[in-house]
Nanobody, 125 residues
Framework: VQLQASGGGLVQAGGSLRLSCTASARTSSRLIMGWFRQAPGKEREFVAACKLNGGTTYYADSVKGRFTISGDNAKNTVTLQMSNLKPEDTAVYYC???????????????????WGQGTQVTVSS
């Protein structure tokens, strides 16, 4: 499975950006797709995830109420709509996917088998 991410860019604080990620293939109805981010000098952290079959979503506390993740089950695509962006959201964002996660494993990147290329999100103050 290959993940193709798109979106990102430069925006002022308070602005919005959208990230999308498409999986090239699907081997399970249990596919979960999500986003992680890594800022310079910091560890990678969970942002949000979505079960494509059913649409259940999960968010990090730091983005709740500002980011919305949604999935298109037919297209194996997940979209992250980011609003009210803050400078601390600046990071490289990575799309990730896995077919076998249990709920408690979703926030941990080490549990994901598939990763896309990173896309830069920069929020200026």
């Amino acid at each position: 499975v290959q993940l193709q991410a798109s979106g990102g860019g430069l925006v002022q604080a308070g602005g919005s950006l959208r990230l999308s990620c498409t999986a090239s293939a699907r081997t399970s109805s249990r596919l979960i797709m999500g986003w992680f981010r890594q800022a310079p000098g910091k560890e990678r952290e969970f942002v949000a995830a979505c079960k494509l079959n059913g649409g259940t979503t999960y968010y990090a506390d730091s983005v709740k109420g500002r980011f919305t993740i949604s999935g298109d089950n037919a297209k194996n695509t997940v979209t992250l709509q980011m609003s009210n962006l803050k400078p601390e959201d600046t990071a490289v964002y990575y799309c990730a996917a896995d077919n076998r996660l249990i709920t408690s494993s979703i926030p941990y990147g080490s549990n994901y088998d598939y990763w896309g290329q990173g896309t830069q999100v920069t929020v200026s103050s």
